[in-house]
């Protein structure tokens, strides 16, 4: 025992190794099997976990409801009251500008317009017999206008197609009552694409610009969801009645709640769903989804290294 190999350890303890004993197994393993590898496994993992902090980004979408749009598309609404006399055209047939698409009874303005013409075509003979009438004349300029007004009411009563382009769709019907300024048609010149005009919450739009990202997912296909950029980002926070105006057609179901901004996002004329081509239509409502903020992984779990340009 005075080996000074043995100084340090109790004399039970040396007594026992010395003894053999030891063939029941050592009473301390310095490095179990594996220890190694899972060291190196988990130098491995916190050296990715690292990586994604630093160069992983998550962000935050600015998230709205949209309605598509054809800002080319030309209204046809009617000009004066009264009753659908004949539809001329029907949904999807080209048109050419001042085309006939509508028109509404003209019995009583085409019978004051004959009568007018009458007491024209009577003054005009009175005055070749007595050029020197002065009243005649005055009456035949009175009569004039009134047979001007009545001809313009009467084109009133027959709505044309202001552009050349296809009808897109028609609102009205055979002996249906309309109002002036009430939309019958629609024609689409084809000379401009579709927009998305969406509305997204107001908190957002100092992080918004046009050229961000967006996601557009349309109602109805939500294994169709379009990447694409902003085109246009509104410079004001509104509120959601004045927003819900601004969006127009399609609106009815759409909430709005809050401040909202408007963004407009350019579309392609169509998309695919399950192996189909879908066509855009005006109305269509859509979810859009803004990339309106990016940070690093790092910067999001510990704000101050942001600041501190860490």
Known sequence: MSDP????FRPEAVAYMLEGREAHGPAFVPEPPGLR???????????????????????????????????????????TDGHVEQVHVRVGQGVKAGDVMVSLDRREQMALVRRHQREQEALLAKILVVPSDDEARADLARVNADLEAAKLRLDARTLRSPV????????????????????LAWVDPGTAGHILV????GDYRPHLRAGQPVRVEFAGFPDAVQSLVTAEVGGLVMAPEEAARILGRGTAA??????QTQVVVKLPPHFESRGQQIELYDGMQAKVMVQA????VIEALIPWTKKAGL
């Open 254 to 259: 759409v909430q709005l709640h809050g401040p």
């Open 164 to 183: 050349d382009g296809r009808v897109t769709d028609l609102a009205v019907h055979v002996g249906q009552p309309v109002t002036q300024g009430q939309r």
């Open 37 to 79: 590898t899972g060291y190196q496994a988990c130098l491995v993992l916190a050296f990715g976990i690292a990586l994604v902090a630093l160069v992983g980004r998550v962000g935050d979408d600015a998230v709205g409801q949209g309605v598509v749009h054809q800002p080319s598309r030309r209204l046809v609404a009617a000009r």
């Open 293 to 296: 903020r990016r940070e690093r």
């Open 5 to 8: 190999r043995f100084a340090k």
């Open 198 to 201: 969406a509305a997204v919450p």
